[in-house]
């Protein structure tokens, strides 16, 4: 089975250059040969490539250091020594590479086969032959090859999500991404049955266009401090357009919820509460789908924002569901549908 891994340290290595040759023509009935030492070849560069298929670091836990092949050394008759193979390094989307001592970012892989070379390979040494001049026709020296550049670095995987679902565990989250895309998560009647993050894609009108949905492990008071499972989920919302908070019909506390929910997005990253969201309430079936008892409900909490009442479970109002989301989120894509309805 899988693991979902979204941060690893690595230490990448390009390749050295190969040395260049020390050598002279020898070649029987020539008296004075000349220089004829070959350069030497160029050290492999590492190279990382974004991969759409990759839904994980998992690859890099076995192994920390990643080296490219050196050059070869330069040979005799000005041959030129063998470039190093360069290494490419294969990472899912989302992924962010950072200096492991500055912490600054490097570079944010963000669309499928995206290629960004790391570490460059040394060059190789020049050959003697190089060095001939007129005034100096023996030359006895070459040149080393130059080192490739060796980087300690930090590959950080944050989804590329366009919404993002955020609710206390055992809300229905999984569920709801169930109904809503074509994922499958594992699902359960306890709190903690998502240890982390699912991605799905919703197909809208045949699909005329989609956007990927994250299902986010339930976030609990203290989640900003590493409480629960903490802080280590909430960086796959940091990059979402909107955020869909869903709450438990049958034990609802909405705005105690929606209020530690808030505080803990915002004590990991204040961008996250300027984000469009809707309130969700699910399990709306525990009271027989009363319409006078939604009606109180969502006059009791009107200031909050808006509403939209769902039973995931039960297939209640989801078409609804997704009509709203389509108009607050994707009103760009999905105008032409509605305008025209």
Do not use: C
């Not at 294969?90 to 995206?114: C, L, N, R, S």
């Not at 040494?125 to 930090?154: C, D, M, V, W």
Request: aromatic letters at 10%; zero cysteines; charged letters at 25%.
């Amino acid at each position: 089975m899988t693991s979902f891994i979204d941060e690893v340290p690595i230490i990448v290595k390009a390749g050295h250059g190969g040395a260049g040759s020390v050598h002279f023509h020898k070649e029987k009935f020539v008296e004075f040969g000349g220089p004829d030492g070959g350069d030497g070849g160029k050290g492999g560069d590492v190279t990382i490539l974004a991969e759409g298929r990759m839904m994980t670091l998992e690859n890099y836990l076995p192994d920390r250091t990643y080296s490219a092949k050196d050059g070869e050394p330069g040979l005799g008759q000005n041959r030129h020594g063998a470039n190093g193979e360069d290494l490419i390094l294969k990472v899912p989307i989302g992924t962010q590479v950072f200096d492991a001592i500055t912490m600054e970012i490097i570079h944010d892989f963000t669309y499928d086969g995206e290629l960004f070379t790391i570490a460059k390979g040394g060059r190789g040494g020049k050959g003697n032959t190089f060095f001939k001049t007129s005034i100096h026709q023996t030359p006895r020296y070459a040149q080393p090859g130059e080192e490739g550049e060796n980087l300690s670095i930090i590959l950080q995987l944050k989804l590329l999500a366009d919404l993002g679902i955020v609710g206390l565990p055992n809300a229905g989250k999984s569920t709801l991404l169930s109904k809503v895309t074509h994922a499958h998560p594992k699902i359960a009647g306890y709190a903690f049955t998502t240890l982390s993050p699912n991605l799905g894609v919703a197909h809208r009108f045949d699909d005329l266009y989609r956007y990927t949905v994250a299902d986010i492990p339930g976030i609990i008071e203290g989640a900003s401090r590493g409480i629960g499972l903490g802080l280590s989920f909430l960086k796959h919302i940091e990059r979402v357009q909107g955020i869909i908070f869903l709450f438990d019909g049958s034990n609802l506390q909405l705005e105690e919820e929606l209020t530690m929910l808030r505080s803990e997005l915002g004590n990991y990253n204040q961008t996250l509460l300027s984000k469009k969201f809707l309130l969700v309430i699910n399990k709306m079936d525990v009271w027989e789908n009363d319409p006078d008892f939604t009606k109180e409900i969502e006059k009791q909490y009107s200031h909050l924002g808006e509403i939209v009442f769902i039973s995931a479970d039960k297939d209640i109002n989801l078409d609804y569901l997704m009509e709203r989301i389509d108009k607050v989120f994707f009103w760009e894509k999905s105008k032409l549908v509605y305008e025209n309805a």
